[in-house]
């Protein structure tokens, strides 16, 4: 069967235009004016609304196996499916086992197997005791690998040392593929411990203090070094200070195979506005000064910071502390998959960014990433037909209803949000809450 996509606004590679997408057996078979479009397809109209590329999302923690009580793949590709995410890629940690060998990216595969929404893919772990692994879990179909310079604070991935950084770089250079790389340095955390030993936990600025801008300079620094010695590709994850960016941008400008991302809390929230026992807004690194945001914010559009992927990482409601509203019980993460497009196009609205702009951040760049983007991050002929119907001008309020991950637990929650994910394709089809699940492994 061939199908026609047909809107006013088609994001294209070459910008926003009135086209006819043309979709069989699941690819784009061509993008061509509306008038073109072959007489004899399906047609399906979508008006004014914005016809854009699913979003690749490659910062997900699903959690599943070991933690599915957590979050699961079929709770987390449902959500990524309502926020117009058609392709996710799942961290090595919080699922156990961790997936720090080819075998337990089988078992990984098993655990998916059938249940999702969306498509999805997987990042490798590497920690110091798994060296002789990296080179299977990359034969296996790990996209690239993940590791913590400081502890995960949960049991399952180790953190890296220096030495065991150094000791990986020239495998990893082998592989060709990216190693994402968890940015704090434990040396200015400690430093910083004593003297809040008494403080009032129940207080942000307490929380914030507690993981120095210095834990992420001093991490970035190190990963430029061993970057330049072996070239191998670095990707920071979840860049939250702004004053990594000068350093970054003349790491890029020497040619290093550096790349940087930022995650929605990040660029919508700020210290000076999280109120005392804020929980839910409890991450590593922490959000930082409004200031920092608009300085991220800078980073994105200079193109220092490549991308922007959601770190969704959810955790059963309890684990938030919200009655003791403590920062230092509080588990660490936002869960934000079924809203992050709409969280980024609110910012960007407000700034006068364009649309393009969020298909680079939030498709096109991440897909290249993951080494996914003959297939996946554009509209363009031979590409999956992974598309999303979105309506930048329409807002809603975020309730529980709009978040469809396992647990409905959000920062976000009673915010009002621009851009409206209406329908969800993959590779052609309309993916529905309660439809089959017909996502696979990439
Ligand atoms: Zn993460």
Redesign the pocket.
Known sequence: MVQVFVSGRVMTPAGLKPAAVIVEDGRIAGVVEPKEAPPDAVVRDFDDLVLMPGFVDT?V?INEPGRTEWEGFATATRAAAAGGITTLVD?PLNCLPETTTAAALAIKREAAAGKCMVDWAAWGGLTDDNHEHLEGLAAAGAKGFKSFLVDPGIDGLTMLSEEGLRKAAPILARTGLPLLV?AELPGPIATAAPALKDADWCEYATYLRSRPEEAELEAIRLLIAVCREHRCRVHV??LATMRALEELEAARAEGLPITVETCPHYLYFAAEDIARSATLKKCAPPIRSRANREGLWEGLQRGTIDLIAT?H?PCPPAMKEAAAGDFAKAWG?VASLSIAASVVWTEMRMRGLPLDKLTEWMSSAPARLAGLNKRKGAIAAGMDADLVAFDPEASFEVTKERLVYRHPVSPYLGERLHGVVEHTFLRGIEVTRDGTPAGVEV
Do not use: L, N, R
């Open positions: 910062h923690h961290m968890h994850v979840h770190d990482s993460g």
